[in-house]
């Protein structure tokens, strides 16, 4: 019985050993990668810091020189209309004053949509505005996003919004509201 016993702590102690995983597993590299400024080239910088100050500073001037296909997407010259930068910067006149200037703080590359992120910290007349206006570029050099946040100091690491289930798009539809499109 004692040597049944011994026998049968020691192969469950074999046992055990032998389970363990000798694979090291490689790290899956990150999809989002900050990009150091001095890094990238300028003219792609400089093209950036260009359409998004023109953006904002429709804000100041009242006059908004389209996007060419050249410079943005489609989805992006038909979004941004005169009419809806009016309204956005009324909003944005009031709350923080005009528009100075853009300060690029961050790139980071998305390796699986292949775009480039930029964010700037927009700089207003009022030093209580701390806004961030994050440009994002395709593989072309073309905007294909801009957007108007308040400024925090880490980048998500995922921007996915909540997906829709049917029962809170149809409490949304009954009660009336309407999603607003970031600038």
Known sequence: MKKLFLIFVVCSFVACKSKKNTVDAVAPEPKVKKVEIVELAPEIKDKAYEL????????????????????????VIKNMTKDRLTKTCLKFRLKYGDFRDLELKEVFKNKTDK???????????????????????NENNQVSA????DWVDQYPKSEKPKEKTAATR???EQSGAKQQKPL
């Open 52 to 75: 998004g100050r023109r953006v904002l500073m429709t804000c100041n001037v009242s006059k908004f020189k389209p996007f060419n296909t050249e410079e943005a997407t489609a989805s």
């Open 146 to 149: 801009i957007k108007s946040l």
């Open 170 to 172: 149809g409490k949304a």
């Open 115 to 137: 775009t480039t992120v930029f964010r700037y910290k927009a700089l207003y007349e009022k030093k209580i505005a701390n806004k961030e206006l994050r440009l994002t570029m």
